[in-house]
């Protein structure tokens, strides 16, 4: 093999084991025992397994966030933006399960770059902009724009980890009652939300 083919095998065989098992549990030696090549060799291409693994949730990061940036790019109107970045999350988990796996599995909750969450919060800011504009048309006060973006991400993307376990609808049914919630209750939001259970101050 030459140097770049050997490091592509190597890429192929470590995101296979961190998908199954995990960053903890997968080991420099397992990595190495399924490409048969010895230790130095994976150490030779990525310093090691942290390397390895940077590289991998790059290349998963770019594959989901370039499907989520092109369906927000080529929808008209706010309803088939919705619809189409939340069927591009949930092609993600459908054509990369090992993919989807390794970022949610493994994204330490307080990392804010190279994981889940800032693949999320990547997403969160462009539908920032779509919301902020449509919430201008529709006399609601643009500045909540940035709780509603990340309210609406997180819904998907929960969603998405659920439906990759369970798999009980299929993928057109699953982003149809997401954006059916989502899309009824964006348009029936309440200009001045409050609480029933809290007295106003």
């Not at 890429?11 to 995990?22: C, M, N, P, Y």
């Not at 594959?63 to 369906?71: D, K, P, W, Y």
């Not at 008209?76 to 933006?81: K, N, V, Y």
């Not at 919060?121 to 990340?150: C, M, N, W, Y």
């Amino acid at each position: 093999m030459t140097g770049p083919e050997r490091r592509e095998q190597l890429i192929t065989v470590g995101r296979r084991l961190f998908a199954e098992k995990g960053f903890e549990a997968t080991t420099v030696e397992e990595v190495a025992a399924k490409a048969n090549v010895s230790k130095p060799v994976v150490y030779e291409h990525f310093g090691g397994k942290e390397g390895l693994y940077a590289v991998i949730v790059d290349r998963e990061i770019q594959a989901l966030l370039g499907g989520i940036t092109r369906a927000l790019e080529e929808g008209d109107g706010a309803r088939m933006l919705l619809e189409r970045a939340t069927l591009a999350l949930l092609d993600y988990v459908e054509s990369d399960p090992d993919g989807f796996r390794i970022l949610v599995r493994d994204s330490p909750p307080g990392q804010s770059t190279g994981s889940f969450a800032s693949v999320l919060g990547e997403v969160a800011s462009q539908v920032e902009h779509l919301l902020a504009a449509e919430f201008k048309t529709r006399g609601l006060d643009p500045k909540s724009a940035p709780i509603h973006a990340q309210m609406l991400v997180g819904m998907v993307a929960l969603t998405g980890q659920w439906w990759l376990e369970k798999r009980k609808f299929k993928k057109d049914q699953v982003a149809a009652h997401l954006v059916n919630l989502a899309w009824n209750g964006l348009s029936g939001l309440d200009r001045s939300p409050r609480l029933v259970t809290v007295p106003r101050r």
